[in-house]
C-alpha cells in the first residue's frame, strides 16, 4: 500500500537515448510534483501539476517533459539523455489547499553514460 | 543563489542525548516550514513543521523552533535514538500553499546517533 511509487527504482542508460519514470500516488492528491537531487545532494523542484495540468516549470532544459494522464499520475519523460542528467529523481504529492507538507516516492536513481 | 542553508553536513550525537540541527534561510517571504527526514535509498519523509506565526512547534521528541528575526530554525531531537540517524532536510515555502507550493530545500545534515 505505497502512497506514492516511481517506476523503475534505477536506469542506466547512454547518453542520447530517450527515457521514462513513472508516477503513481494512491493518496487521493490533487497536486504532483518531479524533484531532482543532484551530486550534491541539493534537491530542486523540477514541475508541479495540479489537476492535470502544469503549475510550476522550472528552469528546466525542454529535454525534459512531464505527462499528466491524471491526477494519480505524473511521468517524467526525457529527451536525449546527457551526462548531467545523472541525478535520483523523486516524485511527491500534496493536496491543494490544506497543508504544506508534500509526500515523497523512494526516488529513482537514473546514471547516464 | 542558496536560499536555505545547512551549514553543518554531519553531526553526530549520543544516544539518549539532544540532537540539534540548524537551518538558515535569506528570503523573508517564507512563511513555512518543514523538516524531512531521509534514509538511504528512500524518499523524504515528512517530519515536523512550523509555521512564521509562530516560534515554536512540539511532537513528541521533535521540536522546532523558528527566529525570524535571525532567519534562523532549529529542530531539537531529545532523547535520540540509534533509528534516528537519517539525513535531515530544512525546507521553506512561501508561495502560498497548494498548486504553487514549491520546498526550497537545504542540502542536508546527516545525523549519526551512537549508541
Known amino acids: 500500500d505505497t502512497a506514492v511509487s516511481q517506476t523503475p527504482k534505477y536506469l542506466v542508460t547512454q547518453m542520447g537515448n530517450d527515457k521514462s519514470i513513472k508516477c503513481e500516488q494512491n493518496l487521493g492528491h490533487d497536486t504532483m510534483y518531479w524533484y531532482k537531487q543532484d551530486s550534491k545532494k541539493f534537491l530542486k523542484i523540477m514541475f508541479s501539476?495540479?489537476?492535470?495540468?502544469?503549475?510550476i516549470n522550472e528552469t528546466v532544459p525542454n529535454r525534459f517533459s512531464p505527462k499528466s494522464p491524471d491526477k494519480a499520475h505524473l511521468n517524467l519523460h526525457i529527451n536525449s539523455l546527457e551526462l548531467g542528467d545523472s541525478a535520483v529523481y523523486f516524485c511527491a504529492s500534496s493536496q491543494q489547499g490544506t497543508t504544506y507538507e508534500q509526500y515523497f516516492g523512494p526516488g529513482t536513481r537514473l546514471t547516464v553514460t | 543563489d542558496q536560499q536555505v542553508k545547512q551549514n553543518s553536513p554531519s553531526l553526530s550525537v549520543q544516544e539518549g542525548r539532544i540532537s540539534i540541527l540548524n537551518c538558515d534561510y535569506t528570503?523573508?517571504?517564507?512563511?513555512?516550514f518543514l523538516w524531512y527526514k531521509k534514509y538511504p535509498a528512500e524518499g523524504p519523509t515528512f517530519l515536523i513543521s512550523?509555521?512564521?506565526?509562530?516560534d515554536k512547534n512540539e511532537d513528541g521528541r521533535f521540536t522546532v523552533f523558528l527566529n525570524k528575526s535571525a532567519k534562523h530554525l532549529s529542530l531539537h531531537i531529545v532523547p535520540s535514538q540509534p533509528g534516528d540517524s537519517a539525513v535531515y532536510f530544512c525546507a521553506a515555502s512561501g508561495f502560498g500553499g497548494g498548486a504553487t507550493n514549491k520546498l526550497i530545500f537545504g542540502t542536508g545534515t546527516l545525523l549519526a546517533v551512537q549508541p
Open positions: 501539476y495540479n489537476n492535470k495540468e502544469l503549475i
Open positions: 512550523i509555521s512564521s506565526i509562530k
Open positions: 528570503n523573508s517571504m517564507f512563511d513555512y
